[in-house]
């Protein structure tokens, strides 16, 4: 007993170390009121980085150094032996946010640094902070204000926070930050991958002014037990001993506190008897009021559980079958920037919701833009959110594994508030190895100390013998519901009649989700007699056979098929169905939906409740 005892004192110890370190030094959740910078950026190629290091490794000479606050021209007009050789208030513009690969054609394939500048005017207003917060930048960032460093970051698609309280002025403020899209062996992801890594700032970026002492975060969930707790995080010099609140009006729910030394307040209540339960069928969300120090946020939350108990999800307590799709954080359009703002995210998980009559969405690769998140809080669409840990990466260094805890932090702490998200995905199609394995331990254990509350999976790959298919990963003890990527009948030799015989060998005492399937078509190929790979006549009757596979998995809770929109991928060049296209989406990129969509959406409208 002494030893149970023990071992959960070193592991609440071990949790509360983890939360420590990853949590990001400022979150600025849920706050409303900013000045929003979208529009219109000048940019600056600099291919071989000479902004930051000259030839021989020595440092940039001035006249290469975009992120100096100098007026150019008017430097030029003087006249002097001195000259620039960039200007960045005469430099072409695009708009920002938004990946550069998709505003001109020249930059369709431009990897690398890129310089952007943004001037803008601000009210600097005496006993305020001010903050920049950038939602994504891919992948690495500096950021200069009026000449000044004041921020870096490395990660392509969480938010980081700088604060410029320091360096802002009145007029003319000089927003410089250099963004470097090369990847490499210890990025995340690495170089090599089936979708396109984009390039720029590809989310908004907003300016915040708070008092001196602000509500950095907040949140509120219902656990098991019927409890609503939570907690907010006060960041400034009064931080100690504030008296906090937390409102509810429309549940008549008002809680008070004090922080901490720290700053951190908890809230734990019972929860009231009116409170309506999250789910797909019922997305009740509710406007929960935080205020200390003279400050206040507002969020908008929902409150269910979800967990599993043998091989059965459980949401609020009941079982839940996962019909769903995968999506890639692609606008739908001819030419997507990866900017999605809520009109286009609706666009998308409308299809999935009303469309396909899901409950559910993978949004693979990456974290997804929050704006996803709360728009499918808003449909009713349960979530699965993903780290960039795809494929092979550096498993031996620990910076790498540095990297990707951090970037797990960022995402969790960010998306904390979301009731649609219950699965946090740690990979995607690792090769499983001794290493590997070690590297996605850590992650699990980084999970289930940030946030408990949500379920642990991450997508597989799968053994095969004859017609029987093995899940026999040593990840699997670390994993709440067990995910695997099956491409039979596309990839490989198998007939589609083959397919439909497969059998599955797996663990009978948790769930499994299919979170990958799929076959390639060009939107209106159609050949109803020979049916070709690449037509919509086979893509559906591969729908057809992995779905009558799938009937036959008694462990089965759901799937999300690959995938729900045609996306850009450079490794596809068929110059005839591909052009730099994966094509297994349902819908082609510009919406119009294949035969295999409505295969799908019948499947699934049969498996409503």
């Keep these: ?73 008017a430097t030029e007009a003087k006249g002097g032996v001195g000259f620039f050789e960039y200007d960045l208030d005469r430099a072409p513009m695009l708009d920002i946010p938004g990946a550069w690969n998709a505003a001109l054609p020249e930059l369709r394939y431009y990897d690398g640094l890129m310089w952007f500048q943004r001037r803008f005017d601000a009210p600097v207003k005496p006993g305020r902070r001010s903050f920049l917060r950038f939602e994504a930048v891919n992948y690495r960032s500096t ?6 460093e004041v921020g870096r970051h490395e990660g392509g698609f969480t938010p980081f926070v700088v604060e410029i309280t320091q360096a802002l002025r009145e007029t003319g403020n000089r927003l410089v930050i250099g963004v470097d899209s090369k990847h490499d062996a210890q990025t995340i ?50 931080s100690a001993n504030q008296a906090v609140s937390l409102r509810i009006a429309t549940l008549g729910v008002t809680l008070q506190a004090r922080t901490d030394t720290n700053g951190e307040a908890r809230f734990d209540t019972a929860a009231p008897a009116g409170l309506k339960r999250w789910s797909p069928e019922s997305p009740t969300l509710y406007d929960v009021e935080f205020e200390a120090s003279g400050d206040r946020v507002r969020d908008r939350i929902g409150f269910r559980t979800i967990a599993v108990r043998g091989s059965e999800i459980l949401l ?3 079982p839940v079958t996962l019909r769903g799709i995968s999506i890639h954080e692609e ?25 396909l009559h899901g409950n559910y969405v993978r949004l693979s690769h990456y974290p997804h833009n929050e704006t996803m998140l709360r728009v499918a809080d808003e449909l009713g669409l349960l979530v699965w959110s993903e780290i960039p840990v795809y494929w092979s990466i550096d498993w031996d260094t620990p910076a790498v594994l540095d990297k990707a805890r951090r970037m797990q932090g960022e995402t969790i702490y960010r998306d904390r508030n979301r009731a649609a998200l219950i699965l946090w995905s740690i990979g995607n199609e690792t090769p499983v190895a001794d290493n590997r394995t070690r590297f996605h331990t850590a992650l699990a254990q980084t999970v289930r100390a940030l946030d408990p509350s949500r379920l642990v999976s991450a997508a597989l790959l799968v053994e095969r013998q004859g017609d029987i298919l093995h899940i026999a990963d040593p990840l699997l003890p670390q994993l709440d519901v067990i995910a695997v990527n099956t491409y039979a009948g596309w990839y490989g030799d198998d007939t589609l009649e083959a397919v439909r015989q497969l059998r599955w060998d797996v663990p009978k005492d948790k769930p499994l989700l299919f979170s990958e399937f799929g076959a390639d078509a ?17 893509q559906a009757d591969y729908y057809r056979a992995t779905l009558a596979m799938a ?3 008694a462990t089965l809770r759901g799937m999300s098929p690959w995938i729900l929109k045609d996306f850009r991928s450079p490794r596809r060049e068929h110059p005839v169905y591909q052009n730099g296209w994966n094509r297994k989406g349902l819908i082609s990129e510009t919406g119009q939906r294949k035969l295999a969509f409505d295969v799908l959406a019948e499947h699934y409208r049969a498996q409503r409740p």
């Design 522 to 538: 060009l939107a209106g190929f159609r050949d109803p007699v020979l049916k070709p790979k690449f037509s919509e006549d086979y």
């Design 316 to 318: 609020n307590g009941q």
């Design 551 to 553: 009937a036959q998995v």
């Design 189 to 238: 992801p690495a170089e090599i991958t089936d979708w396109d890594l984009y390039g720029g700032i590809t989310r908004p970026v907003k300016l915040f002014q708070t008092p001196a002492t602000f509500i950095d975060d907040a949140t509120l969930r219902l656990t098991d037990a019927g409890r609503l707790v939570g907690s907010l995080q006060l960041n400034g010099a009064q």
């Design 331 to 355: 606008e739908v359009g001819p030419n997507p920037a990866r900017r999605i703002d809520e009109a286009a995210a609706r666009r998308l998980l409308t299809e999935v919701k009303t469309g």
């Design 1 to 73: 007993m002494r030893a149970w005892i023990t071992l959960a004192l070193a592991w609440t110890l071990c949790s509360l170390a983890i939360a420590d370190t990853l949590r990001p030094p400022l979150l600025l959740t849920a706050r409303a009121a900013a000045q929003d910078l979208s529009g219109r950026w000048a940019y600056s190629k600099d291919l071989y980085r000479t902004g930051f290091t000259d030839i021989n490794g020595w440092p940039a000479k001035p006249r290469m150094q975009r992120f100096r606050d100098v007026d150019v021209a």
């Design 143 to 148: 950021v200069f204000l009026n000449g000044q």
